[in-house]
């Protein structure tokens, strides 16, 4: 079963124009990750946002965190070609709290 | 600068032979994990460690064993290597409460 959802599949813009991808996961968190994967690379972890916080920026990222409704968002503004990659969002909910569990990930795509 | 590496980065193994993936961390966690990551799947979590000479079973460890005989040092061994373990591997080392997790680049294994 999947305990943390990214959605859209996909998203496509260009160069300036800001996107939000979104998470849903399905058990209680004490802390809700976002990762960036590029082509050929490891996961890189973006914003940490814990279950007492509603919101965490990160230069041009911001991502929220509404745990009432078991979801988040991470958003990125002022996009640039080098934001291509694939998003995931990862909650702690797993091995008793020891181990991320990931979501399929968001595969967002910025053209010039 | 803190890291994790992993060896080799790409290995073609026979069906049936043993494959030993390697990680080494230099962030002094003591958490390590191995992931495999396969199109739809996102990452999934195989084995992960509390510290030296602990391995513990994730979400998904049927056919793989776990070593970690140092701090530094996160091995996963496939005994009898099959096809349905073509795929690729991630180790990680985080902290249980600070979730900083650092992933290595990732060892792309074919198994024919």
């Known amino acids: 079963s999947q305990l943390a959802e990214e959605n859209p599949w996909a998203l496509s813009v260009h160069e300036g124009e800001s996107v939000t991808v979104n998470c849903s996961y399905k058990?209680?968190?004490?802390?809700l990750q976002w990762y960036r994967q590029k082509s050929g690379e490891g996961p890189a972890q973006l914003i940490l946002?814990?279950?007492?916080?509603r919101e965490k920026r990160n230069g041009r990222l911001r991502a929220t965190l509404d745990t009432s409704s078991q979801s988040s968002s991470l958003s990125i503004t002022a996009t640039r070609c080098e934001d291509t990659a694939v998003y995931f969002c990862?909650?702690?909910?797993?091995?008793?709290?020891?181990?991320?569990?990931f979501g399929t990930g968001t595969t967002v795509s910025v053209s010039p | 600068e803190a890291a994790v590496t992993q060896s080799p980065r790409n290995k073609v193994a026979v069906t049936g032979g043993k494959v030993t993936l390697s990680c080494n961390q230099t962030?002094?966690?003591?958490?390590m994990y191995w992931y495999r990551q396969d199109t739809g799947h996102g990452l999934r979590l195989i084995h992960y460690?509390?510290?030296?000479?602990?391995?513990e079973k994730g979400d998904i460890p049927d056919g793989y064993k776990a070593s970690r005989p140092s701090q530094e040092n996160f091995s996963l061994i496939l005994e009898l290597a099959t096809p349905s373990q073509t795929s690729v591997y991630f180790c990680?080392?985080?902290?249980?409460?600070?979730?900083?997790?650092?992933f290595g680049s990732g060892t792309r294994l074919l198994v024919i």
């Open positions: 990862a909650t702690d909910a797993d091995q008793g709290g020891r181990a991320l569990i």
């Open positions: 460690s509390y510290g030296a000479g602990s391995t």
């Open positions: 058990t209680s968190i004490t802390a």
């Open positions: 962030n002094n966690h003591n958490n």
């Open positions: 946002i814990r279950s007492n916080e």
């Open positions: 990680a080392s985080g902290e249980t409460g600070d979730s900083d997790y650092t």
